[in-house]
C-alpha cells in the first residue's frame, strides 16, 4: 500500500517516518511543504496525480493553536481548504483520505468526555477551521477517517527551529533547575505519536470503513499530571507544581476534552493506557540521569 503523509516534517510526521519503516507492507512518502503545499490545489495535484496513492495522511497544520487566532486566515487555508483540495484529489484517485482533527472541535464543557458522534462546538479559531476540514474530508472523499487526536508527545523533528513536545519542554525545564509550574485545569487524553501513527496505518491496511474516530490513548489526565508523571518516570528529583490559571496562552484551551471510543479492528491494539506510552517514550528518549556515588538517587523509569 501506498501512502502519502503530508505535514511529515513536523511532531506528528516524525513518528509516521519511524513506523513506516517498521511496515512492509507500507510504501510511504513524505513531501515537504515545497513539493505538496496543502493551500496550493495544483501543487496537491500534481504531487498526489504522480504517485498515485492509495491513502493520504493530511497532518498539516498551524500550531499552536495561538496562532491561528492571530493568523485566522492561514489556518482556515491549511486546514479547511487544504483539506477540500487532498480530499478531492484523493476522490478522483480512488485513495483514502485521513484527516487528521483535534480534540479542539469540542467546548469542553461536558463532565463525561466525547464520543466520536457527540455534537462539536469548537471555540477558538483553531478547532473551528479544524472542524471546517473534518467536513470538507467527510464531503470530498468518499473513502475518508477523520482522526481526532489530542495532547501528542512524542520524539522531536530533525532539524533546529522545531517546537518540542510538551514532555520535552518540560524535561528540560526540569534539567535547567527551572521551576516547573503546569497548568491543572485543562483535562485531555494523552497520546504518543508513535501509537497514533500505528493506530493510522492499521486502519488503512484493515481498510477501514470511512468515518470519525478518536485516536488517542487510553484514559484522561491535566497537564500537570502529565508532567508530574514525566518527571517521575524520567528520574528527575524535581518539585512541580500546579497552576490553576492558564495565564501562559493567549488562546484558553477548552477545560476538558477527554475523547471516548475505541478504534476498530487492528487499530483498537495501539491505543493503550498514556502512562504506558509515555513510560515507554521516555525510557528511549530521556533516561534517568546517573546516580551520584553513595547516593540513592532518583527514582528511575519504571519504579
Ligand atoms: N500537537 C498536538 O498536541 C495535537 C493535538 C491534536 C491534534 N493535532 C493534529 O495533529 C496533526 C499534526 O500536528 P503536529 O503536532 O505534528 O504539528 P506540527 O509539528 O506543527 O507539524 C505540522 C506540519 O504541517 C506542515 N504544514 C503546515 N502548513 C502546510 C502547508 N500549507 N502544506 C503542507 N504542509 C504544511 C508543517 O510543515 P513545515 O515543516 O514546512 O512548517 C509541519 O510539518 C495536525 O493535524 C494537528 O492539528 C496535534
Not at 511532531?11 to 511496515?23: I, P, Q, S, Y
Not at 509550574?181 to 497514533?196: E, G, I, W
Not at 479492528?265 to 491505543?271: C, L, W
Request: hydrophobic share 40%; net charge neutral.
Amino acid at each position: 500500500m501506498r501512502v502519502v503523509v503530508i505535514g511529515a516534517g513536523g511532531l506528528l510526521g516524525t513518528a509516521f517516518r519511524r513506523v513506516a519503516g517498521e511496515l512492509p507492507d507500507v510504501e510511504a512518502l513524505f513531501p515537504g511543504r515545497s513539493e505538496l503545499d496543502v493551500t496550493d490545489p495544483l501543487s496537491v495535484e500534481r504531487y498526489l496525480g504522480a504517485t498515485a496513492p492509495d491513502g493520504v495522511v493530511n497532518a498539516a497544520a498551524l500550531l499552536p493553536a495561538d496562532l491561528c487566532e492571530t493568523h485566522p486566515r492561514t489556518a482556515y487555508e491549511i486546514h479547511a481548504l487544504g483539506a477540500r483540495w487532498v480530499s478531492r484529489a484523493c476522490e478522483r484517485l480512488g485513495a483514502v483520505s485521513v484527516y487528521i482533527s483535534t480534540d479542539f472541535v469540542f467546548d469542553g464543557t461536558s463532565r463525561d468526555g466525547y464520543a466520536p458522534d457527540s455534537p462539536t462546538r469548537p471555540t477558538l479559531t483553531y478547532g473551528i477551521t479544524k472542524r471546517a476540514g473534518e467536513l470538507e474530508t467527510c464531503l470530498g472523499a468518499s473513502r475518508h477517517l477523520v482522526l481526532r487526536t489530542a495532547g501528542l508527545f512524542g520524539p522531536p523533528p530533525p532539524g533546529t527551529g522545531v517546537r518540542p513536545c510538551f514532555v520535552d519542554r518540560i524535561l528540560r525545564k526540569a534539567d535547567s533547575g527551572e521551576p516547573v509550574q503546569v497548568v491543572d485545569s485543562v483535562v485531555m487524553s494523552p497520546t504518543y505519536t508513535v501509537d497514533l501513527a500505528r493506530m493510522t496505518f492499521a486502519l488503512l491496511l484493515d481498510g477501514a470503513a470511512s468515518g470519525v474516530h478518536h485516536a488517542v490513548g487510553q484514559g484522561a489526565a491535566s497537564w500537570y499530571e502529565v508532567a508530574a508523571t514525566a518527571v517521575r518516570l524520567a528520574g528527575r528529583n524535581v518539585p512541580v507544581t500546579p497552576q490553576r490559571e492558564q495565564s501562559h496562552v493567549a488562546a484558553t484551551r477548552p477545560a476538558r476534552t477527554p475523547l471516548t471510543g475505541a478504534l476498530p479492528g487492528r487499530a483498537r491494539a495501539h491505543q493503550r493506557p498514556w502512562q504506558e506510552a509515555l513510560a515507554e517514550y521516555l525510557r528511549e528518549y530521556w533516561p534517568a540521569p546517573p546516580r551520584a556515588a553513595g547516593s540513592a538517587g532518583p527514582r528511575g523509569p519504571g519504579e
